[in-house]
Structure formats: structure tokens, C-alpha cells
């Protein structure tokens, strides 16, 4: 998306396909459910009547996954009764290497990021609306009206993608500026504290980023006055237009850079009732779980295994892999994130600074683990394949 390009109409229906596989479809009990992108391999193999094959080190990987089900199977014999649900778990959890077995080619990538960018637009346009429709008494309930954790994570993507966007006309140009505004706007509007730190933290990322690579002082110096005025127009901004999602933000998250602030946050970890305590409580569940079953975890049953109820949310994307996969699944996990990373930094800066910022995100909440995050994990995988095939990595 460095230049506009004329879409023909094969890369048209790309982006729509695109579309759909970001729209977070969910089940009840808000089990996310649009994994319809695994069919878009089957149907490009069918029609180029081409496809290839897998790395060795990938088939590796993806056969010791199989034996983590199929040895928990059977030595987790008092599960046996969640065989299936073991089991769609397995096949959800691969889906993420189904973009290797075709090419994700510079045209491929376009549609992607236009898709991106065009879907979290979308959503944040229509949250945009019903804020402003809201009766001035349900102002205060907006987080459970509007907001949501869900899917902050792809606004980075789409931040970063326009941020990265280099316009060759002033009309594209207002365009991206229009966009990179609604977009900011959608980022308070989450009412979550996980996408703005996630946000602040990728933004001070690409800052210093900038900073070293200019390696000139007056450029250096013109760019930190120039982000610091960025910064408090955003402040001065949704303290006047977003004042009920600003007052949440102040209250549960800008407090906590202060020393007293701070020790409240260390109070709240020891209080399970408290957002951050269940947290640190689930987390130390799912460890010792984990240490019990080091090599196999659970076998891709979820942490409501523990409970009676059956019901649990990791509310950590690693937290999730390690308990279902165990130490050695967790490892090849980080190990395929950072070699996406390494590859995006290299090569697609824009979507490098969205990942760096979801990896922070995922620290809080699930986002691979939703289907919107599974499509977007498993198309930076079938670009980085792609790359490895044409020997550019």
C-alpha cells in the first residue's frame, strides 16, 4: 500500500473476500467462530492447479502438534468425554499454517492491508454514530455499550498500514489523514485500557525507531516536538468529544503512572474480584496446570477444564498456547511470531509496527485465538513462506 494502484476487478473481489474473513463473527457464549478463511487456499489451489509444499521445519511442527491430540487422547482418558471439542481445537489452532501451501503475492498484500484498513473503518464509523446517539444518561455505560476488547488489536494493524501509507495525490493524502483520525477515534472508543497501552507502547516503538534511524539531532529534536504536540491535541481532543471514554482511561489507567497509583495496582493483583487479581489468579492456575502436563498441556482443550462450571477465558493469548500445547508447543509458537517479526521488520515495516503492538496487546487479552486474529496470523505466515520460497529471506 506504498502507491495507489488501479484494482482490477480479481483484486476487487480479493479485498471483499478479505472483508468477510475480518467480520468477528461469534457463536453463543461469544465463541469466535469465522474461520472461513481456511477455505481461500482450497479455492486458489483449484483454480492455478498449483500448490507446495510444506517446510520441513513447519511439517515438524505441525506433526508434533497432531501428536500432542493424539497422546492426550489417550492418557487423558477422564476428558474423553470433550473428544470433539479437543479435536476442532486442534484443527482451529493449525489453521494458521493453511496460507502455506500457496503463493501471497505483492498483489495478495495490497488487498489485505486495503481490507484491513477498510473493515476497521467500517466498524469504528458505525461506533462513531451510536456514541453520538447514545442519551446523555447512558454516556457512562458506553464501555459496555460500545466498547470492546475484541478487536481493538486490528485497529493497529489499520493505524500502522495509513501511518506507513505514502499518498501520491493530496486527495489520498486527506484521505489517509481523514482515516488515521477516525481510527485514534475508534482506539478511545474501546473503552480498553489493553488497546491503549498497546498503541502507546507500538507508537513509542516507532518513535525511537524514527529517532535512530534519522541519526540527525535537529531532525530528532523537531520530531519529539512534533509528537508531543500530536499527543496533547489527542488529549485536548477526547477529553472534549469522548469525555465519559477519557474519564474511564484517567481512572483505571493513567492513574497507574503514579506512585500511588502503582501500589493500588499491586493491591488489586491480591484481590481476585478485581480485573487484574482474576488475572494473576487464572494465570497461576494455568502454570500449574502447565507443570503438571509440561510436554502436552491439555492437548487443545481450554482453561475451562478447570472449572465446574466449564467456563474460562485465558484473557492472554501465551497464557492460552502455553496451557493448551505445553512448554515445547509455547516455544514454537514465540518462535513463529519471531521470525514474522523479524521478516515484517525487514520488509513490511507498516505491518511490523501492528504486530509489535499486538504481541503487547495479546500479554492482556486473546487475539490470534479469535478468527479475525487467526486470519490475520495466518496471512503474515503465508507471506512469510512465500518470501522463504523465492529465497528473498
Not at 483505571?252 to 503512572?257: N, P, Q, T
Not at 503514579?258 to 493491591?267: A, I, K, N, T, Y
Not at 503487547?360 to 478468527?371: A, M, V
Request: proline share 2%.
Amino acid at each position: 500500500m506504498n502507491k495507489i494502484s488501479k484494482f482490477s476487478l480479481k483484486e476487487f473481489f480479493l479485498i471483499i473476500i478479505f472483508i468477510l474473513f475480518l467480520i468477528p463473527f461469534s457463536l453463543p457464549g461469544g465463541l469466535s467462530a469465522n474461520y472461513s478463511f481456511v477455505l481461500f487456499p482450497i479455492l486458489i489451489i483449484l483454480l492455478n492447479k498449483k500448490f507446495y509444499k510444506a517446510p520441513i521445519l513447519i511439517s515438524y511442527f505441525f506433526l508434533y502438534f497432531v501428536f500432542i491430540f493424539t497422546i492426550t487422547s489417550i492418557y487423558q482418558y477422564y476428558n474423553f468425554l470433550y473428544l470433539d471439542r479437543r479435536f476442532i481445537s486442534m484443527i482451529l489452532f493449525l489453521s494458521m499454517f493453511s496460507f502455506i501451501f500457496i503463493d501471497i503475492d505483492q498483489k495478495k498484500i495490497e488487498c489485505f492491508k486495503c481490507a484491513v484498513v477498510i473493515m476497521v473503518l467500517s466498524i469504528i464509523i458505525i461506533k462513531i454514530y451510536k456514541y453520538l446517539n447514545l442519551d446523555q444518561s447512558l454516556l457512562g455505560a458506553g464501555k459496555h455499550l460500545i466498547g470492546s476488547s475484541r478487536y481493538g488489536f486490528v485497529y493497529l494493524f489499520a493505524f500502522w498500514i495509513l501511518i506507513f501509507y505514502q499518498p501520491t495525490l493530496k486527495f489520498y493524502f486527506f484521505l489517509k489523514i481523514f482515516g488515521i483520525i477516525i481510527i485514534l477515534m475508534g482506539i478511545f472508543l474501546t473503552y480498553s485500557r489493553t488497546t491503549m497501552l498497546s498503541f502507546i507502547f507500538s507508537y513509542g516503538l516507532y518513535f525511537f525507531y524514527t529517532i535512530f534511524s534519522y541519526k540527525n539531532f535537529v531532525k530528532s529534536f523537531l520530531l519529539m516536538i512534533s509528537t508531543a504536540i500530536f499527543l496533547i491535541a489527542i488529549m485536548f481532543f477526547s477529553k472534549t468529544y469522548f469525555q465519559s471514554a477519557m474519564t474511564i482511561y484517567e481512572n483505571k489507567f493513567f492513574v497507574y503512572f503514579s506512585l500511588e497509583g502503582f501500589q493500588s495496582l499491586l493491591d488489586r493483583l491480591d484481590n481476585t474480584a478485581s480485573s487484574e487479581g482474576y488475572r494473576f489468579f487464572l494465570l497461576s492456575k494455568i502454570l500449574n496446570y502447565v507443570f503438571s502436563h509440561p510436554f502436552t498441556g491439555s492437548g487443545f482443550l481450554g482453561c475451562w477444564i478447570m472449572f465446574e462450571n466449564l467456563q474460562c477465558s485465558a484473557h492472554n493469548q501465551y497464557a492460552d498456547v502455553l496451557f493448551r500445547a505445553g512448554f515445547i508447543g509455547f516455544l514454537i509458537y514465540i518462535y513463529i511470531l519471531f521470525k514474522i517479526l523479524k521478516f515484517l521488520k525487514i520488509y513490511h515495516k507498516d505491518l511490523f509496527f501492528g504486530l509489535t503492538g499486538v504481541i503487547i496487546y495479546g500479554f492482556f487479552h486473546e487475539t490470534f485465538k479469535l478468527s479475525q486474529g487467526a486470519f490475520i496470523l495466518t496471512f503474515l505466515i503465508g507471506m512469510m513462506m512465500t518470501a522463504q520460497r523465492k529465497k528473498i529471506l
